[in-house]
């Protein structure tokens, strides 16, 4: 059975500051892996998402992600966090006919 | 534009009284989904929707049901809500049935049963 694991509930960043939002998967097969994020009061869109290929992901807005298979990771980073990152970020493994999510990770950048 | 919508987005309403959620989605899209959202355990599927008239349970379908009669619809039903089903609820659609689509996501509706 896939299962998610993100590492840190909540993770405070100054602006400007790297941000490494940490993801450890599970899967039986290989995995398909999504980030998504959630502003406030708004619905999940997706950031980025590994099938297969690269394992260097881009996403939007500047965000990226590396599927590393030997670390059964996929961390999510951006060089330089801006205020408007703020937001709950979610990784997620692709399980048969559902998307199987973490339980989340609020990202607060400080001015 | 193309959009997943939910109505209502706030709903407060009291044990027993049964309601309904409806999402429906102007892409096109054969999959559909519910999800529910509480804090500390992400978000967990409840139903989805393969296409027309095919539906299944997630991993928490306990207390409610769904219908496909139409691909562009898919409500969310709640016979006898009861406390426990407060919750953020997010509606899902993606292309195809396989799982490396991107899914597109309602803006959400916040239910409160009393």
């Known amino acids: 059975a896939q299962s998610v694991t993100q590492l840190g509930s909540h993770v405070s960043v100054s602006e400007g500051a790297l941000v490494l939002l940490r993801c450890n998967y599970s899967?039986?097969?290989?995995?398909?892996l999504f980030w998504y994020v959630q502003y406030p009061n708004q619905g999940l869109q997706l950031l980025l998402k590994y099938t297969t290929g690269a394992t260097l992901v881009k996403g939007i807005n500047g965000f990226e992600a590396e599927f590393k298979k030997s670390e059964t990771s996929f961390h999510l980073t951006k060089p330089s966090a801006h205020m408007s990152d703020a937001a709950e970020y979610f990784c997620a493994v692709s399980g048969g006919n559902k998307l199987i999510f973490g339980t989340g990770t609020l990202l607060a950048v400080q001015p | 534009e193309a959009q997943v919508t939910q109505n209502p987005r706030y709903l407060i309403t009291v044990t027993g009284k049964k309601l309904t959620v409806t999402c429906s989605q102007n892409m096109n899209h054969e999959y559909m989904s519910w999800y529910r959202q509480d804090p500390g355990l992400g978000l967990r599927q409840i139903y989805y929707?393969?296409?027309?008239?095919?539906?299944d349970k997630g991993d928490v379908p306990e207390g409610y049901k769904v219908s496909r009669k139409e691909k562009r619809n898919f409500p969310l039903i709640l016979e006898s809500p009861s406390p426990n089903q407060t919750s953020l609820y997010f509606c899902?659609?993606?292309?195809?049935?396989?799982?490396?689509?991107?899914?597109?996501f309602g803006p959400g509706t916040r239910l409160t049963v009393l």
């Open positions: 929707s393969m296409n027309v008239e095919v539906t």
């Open positions: 899902a659609s993606s292309l195809g049935a396989t799982f490396y689509n991107e899914q597109f």
């Open positions: 899967s039986s097969v290989p995995p398909y």
